[in-house]
């Protein structure tokens, strides 16, 4: 492997999800050239697919609004909701002021804001950070592309790695603290219709709770649909992650879930694979000369529905404060690093209060866990 030398610039960005995208957008717009050290983009499907309408003024605001007219994302315009009750319940996207949320086509989304990045000027570096150190008032980035190893400078440094939040591990472990409010994890999977089908599926959204966690199922507009299962990690099945018919059996103890996909001939043929979804954040959020942004700074369960609304907004703010910063202005890093910790403490209040809603099953490990002592 040889080594090669990269560029430098007043501000790194690291991280090609959507924070340090958003990020690199901002900078852009506001005059500035980001060093962005971002991997390639992995293929396949990508979790993650409802975006909150209070999402769309942060896109106007870096531009991107226009990527959700995309023929593979869809108006959310129903929620069916089995959540506290035997009863499914309907929640109408039209009851927001703001106009319904998104289904996005997550792996496409994030393509398409990353080529609008791309032809906005930036020039992502396909690399992965593996060291940073300490360079007067600024730094020494060390990344690795695979094939070479290389330095590049950087005054300050926004942190988009997601939950490794790897320049805090590496530069503030003794000043910056990951904490963990649950052990989450999801089940995901996408499914297709068997072919020749004769049911046209409900565009709609489902969740449905059971004693070990809860489902959650929606409709892309391509016509496949997206299902994950959240749960804790020794909660799961046996193998579930190996053979799709432990999978297939847990669906056959929902009351919905199971019956849409039976209703609608969606294939389930492959296991599913296992993501984390737990609720974790950095505190604080901000250190001399660096700053988390997205899962780095807080990632929460999907239950929020506000990952990507977060991911926006920590990129564009976190991208305004560090230039505030190099301008000699510390106040909105302080700030900033308030309201992450604000958002946080505001989320598990509402997160406990949705949990509280769901008394059937209080007895179970999963939902004492989230609303007694029990730990997760």
């Not at 492959?270 to 609720?279: K, R, V």
Request: with cysteine; proline share 5%; glycine share 10%.
């Amino acid at each position: 492997m040889t080594s090669a030398a990269f560029s430098t610039a007043e501000i790194a960005v690291v991280g090609g999800g959507i924070a340090s995208t958003a990020a690199v957008l901002r900078l852009l717009r506001t005059g500035h050239s980001p060093l962005w050290i971002a991997p390639a983009q992995k293929e396949g499907n990508l979790p993650g697919e409802h975006l909150s309408p209070a999402a769309r003024p942060m896109l106007e605001e870096i531009d991107a609004a226009g990527l959700l007219g995309a023929a593979y994302h869809r108006p959310e315009q129903s929620v069916f909701s089995a959540w506290g009750s035997d009863q499914l319940a309907e929640r109408s996207g039209i009851v927001h002021l703001e106009g319904p949320g998104t289904v996005l086509e997550r792996a496409a989304f994030e393509r398409d804001l990353r080529a609008l990045a791309v032809a906005s000027g930036a020039a992502p570096v396909e690399a992965r950070l593996t060291g940073l150190d300490r360079n007067g008032d600024g730094w020494v980035l060390e990344v690795d592309d695979g094939d070479r190893l290389g330095r590049c400078g950087a005054r300050f440094v926004l942190d988009g790695s997601g939950r490794a939040a790897v320049v805090a591990g590496i530069e503030a472990p003794d000043h910056a603290a990951r904490f963990r409010a649950d052990k989450l994890v999801a089940l995901c999977a996408v499914l297709s219709q068997e072919k020749n089908a004769g049911v046209e599926p409900t565009r709609a959204t489902l969740l449905e709770t059971v004693p070990e966690g809860w489902w959650y199922a929606t409709l892309l507009a391509d016509g496949r649909l997206v299902l994950n299962f959240y749960t804790d990690p020794d909660l799961l099945p046996l193998e579930v992650t190996r053979h799709a018919d432990v999978f297939r059996a847990m669906l056959e103890r929902t009351n919905y879930v199971g019956r849409w996909l039976r209703d609608a001939e969606f294939n389930l043929d492959a296991p599913p694979e296992l993501a984390s979804a737990g609720t974790t954040w950095l505190a604080p959020a901000t250190g001399e000369g660096w700053a988390a942004i997205g899962d780095a700074a807080a990632a929460f369960d999907p239950l929020s529905s506000h990952g990507m609304t977060t991911a926006l907004w920590t990129g564009i703010k976190g991208a305004d404060a560090a230039v505030a910063r190099l301008g000699g202005d510390a106040e909105p890093l302080t700030e900033y690093a308030e309201k992450v910790g604000q958002g946080v403490q505001e989320f598990l209040q509402s997160r406990a209060a949705l949990y509280a809603e769901e008394r059937r099953f209080i007895t179970s490990p999963f939902w004492e866990r989230r609303t007694g002592n029990c730990e997760a």
